[in-house]
């Protein structure tokens, strides 16, 4: 049984909960607890853009909330994973996180560096494992064949995860996908961002990145991409229809969070355990290829 | 990022000492223009003219103000491979958070970012909390959301965050 603080992030928990929803429904099945703190906040990546030790006092203050309670902390968010991460590191140095530690004590807040950050797919694919993932699979999702979209700050930056994957040759989220029953594939574009960062300042050098990504999955017919994070979710999915407009062109491929995928081969309802009927793209092609 | 005439007037020798001053865009001392982090980057990819490698160039000629000023730094994807692919380990990302700072600073900074910090002082994340995402989160069965943002306030004030403005 491993026991996490869950770090839901700014986004998941506002505007795709079904990404929160399935991520709790496996986690319960798997073994994995998952402990709510409501004092988090925001990550503080993007405060970084405008203030680095902003960004940085602000994941210093969530990783000082985890270890009061004795916990690592799970997230859901590929950014929040890598720059909690990051700071994780960075703040091995004493000079740095003395420096800190003497504004976190402001809000009555320390850290000492034993608090640690992993993304939910590494939390599975390591605490849980691919033989156990085998055996929970209820339902047969082989006649699926999927794209996986790592989202950059699943791995990077490199030095913060210990080896684990290997950020320009990434695997585990393919065996996460295999270990489901389903068939994922390789492609040209599989290590291009979403731009996911660069919409809110342009919106078309982002819906560049997108089509340069679905104008190759078009090619290769598959059933879903798969993501694991709601930032990636967001731009491939909620920008899918905006992107094929502007370029002329149509696109029709489902995007699915890794836990509602993994969801979907453990037997659970699509819908109330699973949140389908919150994607914006219909399911039913998806669901019509897995057999009870 | 024009291909004006640059008028040596214009240039601030000291620019590349103001950024390298920064611990995380120290390494640029050590970068040798090979490009790498150009040919990695996504952005440059899709949109050509933003070029990671041209900007290390501006930096070091010392067009301060063509650099603080420009959209482009604001377009990075964050996506890292710059950092990735670097012979010589400049995290090109790292220079480009310091220079968005500097920026900021000067009241370049875009709006979107501005009121997001704004918002995380209020709620604690990025987006108020909405009435309809409560009823959601009810129906789903999924715990209530805090939605407070006064010990985040108090951190982001000792930064001086809090005192950005945007470039309207
Ligand atoms: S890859 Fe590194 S050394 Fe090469 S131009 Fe970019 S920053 Fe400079
Ligand atoms: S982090 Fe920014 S500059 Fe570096 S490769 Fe990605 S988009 Fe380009």
Redesign the pocket.
């Known amino acids: 049984m491993s026991k996490y603080a869950l770090f839901l992030g700014c986004t998941t928990p506002i505007k795709v909960p079904q990404y929160e929803l399935s991520a709790r429904w496996v986690s319960k099945r798997l073994g994995i607890e998952l402990v709510d703190i409501e004092d988090f906040v925001c990550c503080g990546f993007n405060q970084g853009n405008l203030s680095i030790e902003g960004g940085l006092l602000l994941a210093a203050m969530n990783l000082a909330f985890a270890e009061a309670q004795d916990l690592d902390i799970v997230t859901l968010c590929a950014a929040c994973n890598g720059f909690l991460a990051e700071t994780v590191a960075e703040l091995k140095d004493e000079a740095t996180r003395d420096r800190i530690n003497k504004k976190l004590s402001l809000i009555d807040l320390e850290y000492n560096g034993r608090t640690k950050v992993k993304h939910i797919s590494r939390v599975i694919y390591e605490d849980v494992g691919l033989d156990r993932i085998e055996k929970a699979v209820k339902r047969d999702l082989s006649k699926l064949r999927v794209a996986p979209h790592y989202g950059c700050h699943y791995l990077k930056p490199k030095s913060a995860f210990e080896g684990f994957d290997e950020p320009d040759n990434p695997k585990t989220l393919h065996h996460l996908i295999s270990a489901t029953g389903a068939a994922p594939i390789q492609y040209e574009t599989l290590l291009h961002c979403c731009g996911g960062k660069t919409f809110p300042v342009s919106p078309d050098i982002a819906h560049l990145l997108i089509e340069k990504k679905l104008n190759n999955l078009q090619t290769m017919g598959i059933d879903a991409m798969i993501v694991q994070c709601q930032t990636c979710y967001l731009m491939y999915e909620g920008q899918q229809q905006k992107v094929a407009e502007k370029f002329n062109t149509q696109y029709k491929i489902p995007v699915l969070l890794y836990p509602q995928l993994l969801g979907l081969a453990m037997g659970g309802d699509p819908a109330t355990d699973l949140g389908f009927d919150l994607n914006t793209m219909p399911l039913d092609k998806v669901l019509a290829k897995v057999e009870e | 990022m024009s291909n004006k005439i640059i008028r040596t007037a214009e240039l601030d020798p000291n620019f590349k000492f103001e950024v390298t001053a920064h611990e995380s865009a120290r390494d ?1 001392n ?9 040919a990695g980057c996504p952005i440059h990819e899709v949109f050509p003219d933003y070029n ?2 041209k900007l ?1 160039k501006m930096i070091k000629l010392g067009l301060r103000k063509e650099v603080l000023s420009s959209d482009y730094i604001w377009y990075c994807a964050t996506c890292r491979t ?1 950092e990735q ?4 380990k ?1 995290s ?1 990302f790292n220079v480009l958070n310091v220079l968005k700072n500097i920026a900021a600073k000067e009241g370049y900074a875009p709006t979107a970012w501005v009121e997001q910090t704004k918002q995380v002082m209020q709620t604690g994340i990025v987006f108020p909390i909405e009435e309809t995402c409560v009823k959601k989160r009810e129906q789903l069965s999924l715990p209530s959301l805090k939605g407070e943002g006064k010990k985040a306030k108090k951190l982001i004030e000792t930064t001086g965050l809090d005192e950005i403005e945007s470039r309207g």
């Open positions: 640029l050590y970068c040798f223009a090979c490009g790498s982090c150009s990671p490698r290390a710059c692919r670097c012979p010589q400049v090109f």
